[in-house]
């Protein structure tokens, strides 16, 4: 081989040399993006589970509350599951009640009040059943919550706050005030 073939054949060598340096530095730093891209696909991908799942736990909070909700719900609407009859009989009741302060002189009309009386019981009874308590309010200290104030007065020996007369009755169903008692309160 004559010198020139040997110098082409180092250029030659050396350029492959280069070229094959230059491949690897390629294929390290593609290694460095697809290592670094798989960290940062993977760090997305944690990010995305987490966030998932901390939908799916608030989901599922929400849910137990919605079903918690709806329970307590059932539950009020069965115990007071009277309140409206109750409430559109105690017109009546009040009726009853006025009805019962008739004096009776002769024996027609102590009869009736006798027939009248035993209707009232009976349908106190029913009530009563039902949960129907009559709220105390003579003598009682005055309770915004279980009586409504329609007058005022003044009277000596009485304490202050006081209910001195029921002008109508309040009532209660179990710990639900369906109607507050009408009263007098001493100042």
Known sequence: MSENEQ??????????THETEETIETEVSSEEVVESGSEEVEIDFQAKAEEAENRYLRLRAD?????????????????YRAQSLITNILPALD??????TIDSSDDSTGSLLKGMQMVH????QAL????LEVIEAVGQPF????????????????????????????YRLKDRV???SMVKVNE
Do not use: C, W
Request: aromatic share 6%.
């Open 121 to 124: 019981s009976s349908l106190l």
């Open 7 to 16: 110098i082409k054949n180092r250029e030659h060598a050396e350029d492959q």
């Open 143 to 170: 309770d915004p919550n279980l009586h409504q104030a329609v007058m005022q007065v003044s009277e000596e020996g009485v304490e202050s706050n006081t209910v001195v007369e029921e002008f109508q009755k309040g």
């Open 178 to 180: 369906i109607r507050p």
């Open 63 to 79: 849910f137990d509350n919605y079903r918690r909700r709806i329970q307590k719900e059932e539950e009020a609407k069965e115990k």
């Open 128 to 131: 009563k059943e039902e949960g």
């Open 95 to 100: 009726n009853f009640e006025r009805a019962l």
